[in-house]
């Protein structure tokens, strides 16, 4: 991959999408990555895990909710989804969907990126936004990575806690060199 020139006193981790930098006006390096035939013994895994040793790009999208629990006055909610990557009692990244008004069904169609470890947990609390007052708990749910056949994208219908209803995530990986 590319990253920064090493400069002096300089230890940053330096993202390695980047192609170019203008605004800093930085020299870019090529480095070179050699590709093993085979991995070594101690570093084989089952087919469709993540790898204990790098990260991998895990992409989850949460589509839509069907049935949850009406949490305002009338019957009905306005259900958004915290989304939160736990390696041990540590979060690491938190991401949050759209909030959608006046509904038991909401559609949010949105994708969510996070950078995992085997081992690691996604925790999907689903919230009822309230404009007065702390936001009301629909339900929740805990996908372990490990537990996820990661061969292909996965799209499933997930359970929430405290009979919240239903959310439909689809879980896709690529492998982060």
């Given at each position: 991959?590319?990253?920064?020139?090493?400069?002096?006193?300089?230890?940053?981790?330096?993202?390695?999408?980047?192609?170019?930098?203008?605004?800093?006006?930085?020299?870019?390096?090529?480095?070179?990555?050699?590709?093993?035939?085979?991995?070594?013994?101690?570093?084989?895994?089952?087919?469709?895990?993540?790898p204990?040793?790098?990260?991998?790009?895990?992409?989850?999208?949460?589509?839509?909710?069907?049935?949850?629990?009406?949490?305002?006055?009338?019957?009905s909610?306005?259900?958004?989804?915290?989304?939160?990557?736990?390696r041990?009692?540590?979060?690491?990244?938190?991401?949050?969907?759209?909030?959608?008004?006046?509904t038991?069904?909401?559609?949010?169609?949105?994708?969510?990126?996070?950078?995992?470890?085997?081992?690691?947990?996604?925790?999907?609390?689903?919230?009822?936004w309230?404009?007065?007052?702390?936001?009301?708990?629909?339900?929740?749910?805990?996908?372990?990575?490990?537990?996820?056949?990661?061969?292909?994208?996965?799209?499933?219908?997930?359970?929430?806690?405290?009979?919240g209803?239903?959310?439909?995530?689809?879980?896709?990986?690529?492998?982060?060199?």
């Open positions: 991959g590319w990253s920064y020139a090493s400069a002096p006193n300089s230890r940053k981790w330096r993202p390695k999408a980047q192609r170019t930098d203008f605004v800093r006006r930085r020299r870019w390096t090529r480095h070179r990555s050699y590709v093993a035939l085979e991995p070594p013994a101690d570093r084989r895994r089952r087919r469709g895990s993540l204990a040793d790098r990260p991998a790009m895990i992409y989850v999208t949460v589509v839509e909710g069907r049935g949850l629990k009406a949490c305002d006055i009338g019957g909610s306005d259900p958004y989804c915290m989304l939160t990557l736990q041990g009692p540590s979060v690491l990244q938190e991401q949050r969907t759209k909030m959608v008004r006046r038991l069904d909401p559609k949010w169609g949105q994708k969510f990126y996070f950078q995992a470890l085997a081992g690691d947990v996604l925790h999907v609390h689903c919230k009822d309230d404009l007065v007052g702390r936001d009301d708990s629909i339900g929740e749910l805990h996908v372990q990575v490990d537990d996820v056949d990661w061969t292909e994208s996965t799209r499933r219908w997930f359970s929430l806690s405290d009979q209803g239903d959310l439909l995530l689809e879980l896709a990986m690529e492998h982060v060199m």
